[in-house]
């Protein structure tokens, strides 16, 4: 039986690397579309640095940045499409999608959305703020994160994300300028991307609850098209 569920553990760990590559090479082809070289091209070079943190090869980096840019015969045009509603319990989410064919991935957001509700664009975007998210740790013990978000420019943090991480929170025009500025404040940026966060996040749902809307999320996350999920839930 432990072998068995090791060979599961492993299959299921490689599964997840793969999706993460997937999503990261669909993010650097978008990017690249307005320049190869990531010094002069703020966005491709943030999805850069994410994809090296995720140890993902320099053959398969490079291959994404020229495809992306039409150096290769074989360019894929994505899209991006975001899509507004509801998990059960009326928890707002936005969700947002690369696509080779947007007709095939409403049909299935659609589906997917039928143990909640999908609502028309602006329908929840109101209820998040649009904004740049940075997650770094300390480099060092006296690294304090009130004193980087001021010095580096960014709007506000919170250091309950995650255990020796801070989330730096920034204007989305500020975003690249403040992750090049923390490594001078003791912090090792792990990753930075625009997104959403909750202004009013739903708290008070039972274990019955949480459980069901957990259960949403994940198919929603597991679904190839899906890049990002945004979700009004505390906690």
């Keep these: 039986m432990g072998a068995q569920w090791k060979a599961k553990h492993r299959e299921a760990a490689a599964n997840a690397k793969g999706k993460i ?29 994410q994809a090296k943190k995720a140890s993902m090869t320099r053959e398969t980096l490079e291959r994404a940045i020229k495809k992306g840019a039409g150096l290769l015969g074989d360019q ?8 507004e509603g509801f998990a059960p319990h009326q928890v707002p989410l936005i969700v947002e999608c690369l696509t080779d064919n947007v007709n095939r991935t409403v049909a299935q957001i659609r589906v997917l959305f039928r143990k909640g509700q999908l609502g028309a664009s602006g329908s929840v975007a109101w209820d998040f703020n649009h904004v740049g998210m940075i997650e770094a740790s300390p480099a060092s013990a006296d690294a304090d994160p009130e004193m980087a978000a ?3 420019g960014a709007q506000d ?15 989305t025009t500020d975003l690249d300028a403040v992750q090049k500025a923390l490594p001078e404040f003791g912090f090792t940026v792990d990753s930075a991307k625009i997104g959403y966060i909750p202004k009013n996040p739903v708290s008070g749902l039972t274990e019955e609850q949480l459980a069901e809307v957990e259960e949403f999320l994940n198919a929603i996350d597991d679904n190839d098209d899906v890049q990002n999920v945004y979700v009004g839930l505390a906690g």
Excluded: C, M, W
């Design 21 to 49: 590559f997937g999503r990261l090479a669909k993010e650097i082809q978008i990017a690249a579309r307005n320049g190869a070289d990531p010094s002069t091209n703020a966005r491709l070079r943030l999805v850069v640095e």
């Design 76 to 83: 894929v045009q994505y899209h991006a499409v975001t899509y």
């Design 150 to 152: 001021i010095e580096a």
């Design 157 to 171: 943090f919170d250091d309950g994300e995650e255990e020796g991480s801070t989330l730096f929170i920034t204007d």
